[in-house]
């Protein structure tokens, strides 16, 4: 052999010879479904029960000879023929399932006999005249009836006697051996009773079952959600005719998920699916795992799905419902739209209050963005770290309902309901070779409902356990309008289609239950004031109060009230004159919990994107309080300001460093990351200086940028007020007057027209409007001074309505304001200028 050859050449053989084939591929292992015969036995397999039989044999016959001495083994082998027969009785059948099993493994025609046409056959025929339930009661019976005669065969050699006698003379035996039985039981139960007892009891609870006839909730009392309900409704399909999906090849989905901000009819939806289907309905509290002792919950959880088992056997099918099912545990991440993809979750509860902070002239989109910066902010330095996460909870940390098993319980749960079950099913068949008999199908929805699915573990909503994942966000407005029609026709009232279209468009962001609620207190307000039946006054008055709520008990001074309403009269105007995509709701200068002053904005139509024109105008918003100060008080500001910057400030960081809408388009975070240097350049250029951190360029570069920014739209709004001047004074003078005012109200003010509390026409006199002037003259050398002198607030003819504000069409006569600003329609007090009724 030349060993020069590459040692591929010389295992290929001499030159010029045909190259030997390839290996065949190694064949897998053949799935028992796929084969033709049966799967042949190991040696041990087939003489195992011989030998046990054969050794059973030869005890009976050495029991014969230790009985009697003189017996010898000759005679005691014959003495065993005779009264052993049932021995070899056993040994004839066993020899003959052996020979039955050896053809099978040889002959596929044999094999498919017995098992697809004879036994085959059989199932098929039982499982269409027997109901699943009955078959399991069937086979519970036949399991006591196959004990009962082993323990009467063993008890009559034991006594020596047949086996029926033995059963005849249980109940003699039970009581001879009962003392002793009774202590054995005695000395184990007070060891673990204790335990048993304290662990039962604490297993318990925490699971309500409601039987079909409990459940009265239907698809027709969910409003709001339709295109959430139709999803919905295909569970429904599922659970009565399951054969649709399995006959083609496909499994029913059991398990469905439900998440978004609370109260939009979660739970609602899976009783309607109960109530709908006409199945029991099994509710989960959400504390049901949270235990102290390691264990309960995974007792909670097999006992659940032990009961779930039984009723879908009874039943047809079950509904089980999580409520709050983030209670489970709290890993895992659900990704959702980006920024700008609109609100994901409810506001966090400390930025939900409007006010005069900066985030009540901000939409509820930029509100939740600037939320989520500052939240980001407490835990990682970088403020970008996951920007297009929308999810509340993924601040949560450690602990949990679902530690200690309990989730792994739930998760072994939900993908074991195809195992079979059954200790005579799992153990004794396979003794005897027999493959175990899978369970009926379990026909179990599993429903939950969390507005925090980032928490949820992400095994738990892989296919398979939770199939289907739909979003109840909240409702569009012509949802809003199907739910406040709803509930207002379970009162009496006086709305008209038109008002009730007005609430839903100034309730952008409402839910079911928080429509349900406002509703609820509009009927309060009414019985209130004497009466039954619900007008739009009420309806205004309990909305101020859901969001506002009640006004502290506390008065201005003269000059501070004026400042306070210049203040928000600035931010109303700028509001007014650029935001094209919001509408103001509400403006006030009444004092609550954390602002002395607010005007909030709602957007007209349900929109998803937002734009760089929008972002901006909502910076001049947030900048038009310090600029109309600045003016208004001889370049003088309050501190109240503060709140309006750090909103102005943040919108203007994300427009520069982030989403494109400044002077440059490089992503700021990217350029931190990989140390690139200013992004855009900067003032001090791209290319980074010696020894320069380049974490110092790349922040000084876009604070400048977003210095320039701001200082732009400050000038920007300098020029709207200065043209406005008049303007402003008209709404600081109105807010004082009135305290609150509604969006139509500031736009009688502008528009110089009748609204619904102000009429806006005097504001169009130039003698009145010289008046005001010369007020606000007067109030800002007090302000200067801090003069104690008086204030005389200017009155307008007319300025307020003789009957109920909020009532359309009525005709304004002249009721001027008490001492501090209040008039009796706005719930003024002679006696301590405060009603606390108002709102």
């Not at 006992?303 to 890993?331: C, H, P, Q, T, W």
């Not at 179990?444 to 980032?454: E, F, R």
């Not at 920014?709 to 200065?722: A, D, F, G, P």
């Not at 509604?742 to 502008?750: H, N």
Request: aromatic share 10%; charged share 20%.
């Amino acid at each position: 052999m030349d060993k020069s050859q590459p040692p591929d050449i010389i295992a290929a053989g001499p030159p010029g010879a045909p190259p030997p084939p390839p290996p065949p591929p190694p064949s897998g292992r053949v799935r028992d479904e796929d084969r033709l015969t049966r799967k042949p036995m190991s040696i041990w397999d087939r003489i195992k029960f011989l030998l046990l039989l054969g050794i059973v044999w030869l005890l009976l016959v050495w029991s014969v000879m230790a009985n009697n001495p003189l017996v010898g083994f000759s005679d005691a082998v014959r003495t065993e023929v005779r009264t052993g027969w049932w021995v070899f009785v056993l040994l004839v059948l066993e020899f003959l399932r052996q020979v039955h099993f050896f053809i099978s493994e040889r002959s596929a025609g044999y094999h498919n006999f017995w098992v697809n046409t004879f036994f085959g056959g059989f199932e098929r025929s039982t499982h269409r005249r027997i109901s699943d339930w009955s078959r399991f009661r069937i086979s519970r019976v036949l399991t006591w009836v196959f004990w009962i005669a082993i323990i009467a065969i063993v008890t009559g050699k034991v006594i020596h006697t047949t086996p029926i006698l033995a059963l005849l003379r249980a109940p003699q035996l039970i009581w001879h051996v009962l003392p002793f039985v009774i202590q054995i039981a005695f000395t184990l139960l007070f060891v673990v009773l204790q335990f048993v007892a304290l662990f039962w009891f604490m297993s318990r609870g925490g699971v309500d079952v409601y039987y079909p006839d409990d459940i009265k909730t239907r698809f027709s009392d969910v409003w709001g959600q339709d295109h959430v309900l139709q999803r919905v409704k295909e569970n429904i399909i599922f659970l009565e005719n399951p054969e649709l999906v399995e006959e083609r090849g496909g499994y029913v989905p059991g398990g469905l998920l439900l998440w978004g901000p609370p109260g939009t009819g979660k739970t609602l939806m899976a009783e309607a699916v109960a109530g709908e289907t006409g199945r029991p309905y099994v509710f989960v509290d959400p504390g049901a795992f949270i235990n102290m002792f390691m264990g309960v919950g995974i007792l909670k959880v097999k006992s659940l799905f032990r009961k779930l088992r039984k009723l879908a056997l009874r039943y047809g099918g079950v509904i089980v419902f999580f409520d709050e099912a983030d209670s489970l545990g709290n890993r895992g991440q659900l990704a959702q739209g980006g920024v700008g993809g609109g609100p994901g979750t409810a506001t966090p509860a400390p930025f939900a209050a409007a006010g005069c902070h900066g985030f009540s002239y901000l939409s509820e989109d930029t509100r939740w963005l600037l939320t989520k910066e500052a939240m980001a902010s407490e835990v990682s330095e970088e403020p970008g770290t996951r920007r297009n996460r929308q999810m509340v909870g993924g601040m949560m940390n450690g602990g949990g309902g679902g530690g200690m098993g309990t989730l792994q319980a739930l998760l072994t749960e939900l993908s074991g309901l195809k195992k079979p079950r059954g200790f005579v099913n799992r153990y004794v068949r396979r003794v005897f070779g027999m493959r175990p008999k899978p369970p009926p199908k379990y026909r179990i929805l599993v429903m939950m409902a969390t507005n925090m699915p980032s928490a949820l573990d992400e095994a738990l909503l892989r296919p398979g356990r939770i199939d289907r994942i739909y979003k109840v966000g909240y409702p569009s407005k012509a949802g809003r309008i199907r739910t406040y029609e709803g509930y207002f026709s379970k009162v009496q009232h006086e709305l008209t289609a038109e008002q009730i279209d007005k609430l839903a468009t100034i309730t952008p962001y409402a839910t079911g239950a928080t429509i349900k609620d406002l509703v609820n207190e509009s009927l309060i307000t009414a019985i209130r004031n004497g009466r039954d039946v619900i007008t739009w006054p009420d309806v205004i008055k309990a909305k101020q109060l859901k969001e506002l709520g009640p006004p502290e008990d506390v008065e201005y001074i003269e000059r501070e009230r004026h400042a306070v309403a210049v203040h928000e009269a600035c931010h109303a105007l700028v509001a007014f004159r650029t935001r094209q995509h919001m509408e103001i709701d509400i403006a006030t200068i009444e004092k609550g919990s954390d602002y002395l002053g607010m005007v909030a904005s709602i957007p007209p139509e349900d929109q998803f994107t937002r734009w760089r024109s929008e972002y901006e105008t909502d910076i001049l918003v947030s900048l038009a309080s310090l600029a109309g100060e600045r003016m208004f008080f001889d370049q003088d500001s309050s501190s109240g300001v503060s709140g309006d910057l750090e909103s102005a400030t943040a919108v203007a960081s994300f427009m520069e460093g982030f989403w494109g809408m400044g002077t440059t388009v490089s992503s700021y975070s990217t350029a931190r990351r990989l140390e690139v240097g200013s992004p855009g350049g900067g003032r001090g250029g791209g290319a980074l200086k010696k020894g320069e951190n380049p974490e110092l360029q790349v922040r000084r570069a876009l604070a400048d940028r977003i210095e320039d920014k701001l200082n732009t739209l400050l000038s920007r709004v300098e020029e709207i007020l200065k043209e406005d001047r008049n303007h402003v004074l008209a709404l600081a003078h109105a807010l004082e007057t009135h305290k609150t005012l509604s969006g139509e109200d500031i736009v009688a003010v502008m528009e110089h027209t009748r609204g619904p509390l102000v009429d806006g026409t005097p504001y169009g006199d130039e003698n009145f409007l010289a008046s005001l002037s010369d007020y606000h003259l007067a109030a800002a050398r007090a302000h200067r001074e801090h003069s104690q002198d008086r204030l005389n607030l200017p009155k307008s003819d007319p300025v307020a309505a003789s009957v109920s504000p909020w009532a359309s069409g009525v005709i304004l006569a002249d009721d001027p304001p008490g001492l501090n600003g209040h008039n009796q329609e706005n719930g003024y007090n002679p006696e301590n200028g405060h009603n606390p009724e108002s709102s």
